[in-house]
């Protein structure tokens, strides 16, 4: 590159920042005229002025006190975002142009920038041109926060949360009260109550249900030799494997102590025989483990097809005597009601 074309760059640079810093110059000046202590003090929103360009040149106190970090900032990017797109441009510092084209105040919506922070706040702002009042030449941007509004969505967002909250309490209230705390099986008045539904309900279907009660055999053995934590523990691995076994239309619950219940729906007794000859092959294989080792269980059962019976109470009893003639006969087996 020659000489005088290296000058000519350099001349051009030269102009260039010398007619940037003129428009600065001019820019200030024209600034200087609008007045912007008394501007702020007229409104009575939090607002903050800025140049053409976003340098933040004055806020008043009720920003200060919506934005604590605003003090730290430079240029308007540095305390918000814009989160609106009614003006079409993503852009804080070109919002000049627009606004510029016309009078009035433009709704957006501001978001706060804050660093370490992962909660940010949006807040319903508007943004208008301030004119130089003798040349009405475009010389800042006036932001005003509402902060009304804002406190008025905070407010119906807090509301929003605690009815969020509250069902999510209810639904665990109502969890809580039809389970079975050591298990996570439905308790006894969860299966009662499913029982009187699937009762009056396979009339309705032309469908069966059996019943079946299961008692771990020996329990309390269990619980005397080895230790209540021990039992616990043997409860919630018997429970978790009949829970596997089971369909996910069949309810599993504990009835009590180590006596269990399954109500197996739309199934026949043939069906029932075939599950519960499933279910006490994998019982056998059970190990629950303690300090020492680990020790193995067995179960008694006892079931009566809904057809059979009278009534849901009729059912359980006849399940109740049929668990209770397996457990005299050896234990570790099953037996159909006789009715």
Known sequence: MSTLASNNINIDIADTQMQRAQKRDSQHIE?????????????????????????????????KELVPHISDAQNITDAFKLTSSSL????????????????GSFPIQLTTVQVN????????SFVSMLRTPDTHVPTALLYKLDEHILRFSMRLRQIQNAKKEHAKYARQATLDAITDPLTGLKNRRFVQSFMD???YGQFRKGEDSVLILFDIDHFKQINDKYGHPTGDEAIKVFADC????????DVVGRWGGEEFIVLLTNCSSEQARVFLERVMAKIRLL????EQGHISMTASAGYCAFSQAKSVEHSFTQADTALYIAKSNGRDRYKKATI
């Open 88 to 103: 079409n441009t993503p852009c804080l510092t070109q919002l000049s142009v627009i606004v510029g084209r016309r009078s």
């Open 31 to 63: 600034v200087s005229k609008l007045g912007i202590t008394s501007i702020l003090k007229t409104v009575t929103e939090a607002a903050v002025i800025t140049t053409l360009n976003g340098e933040i040149i004055g806020y008043n106190k009720q920003l």
């Open 117 to 124: 922070v992962e909660k940010t706040v949006s807040i319903p």
């Open 287 to 290: 190990r629950v483990p303690y």
């Open 197 to 199: 539904l699937q009762w």
């Open 242 to 249: 009949l829970l596997t076994q089971a369909r996910p239309t």
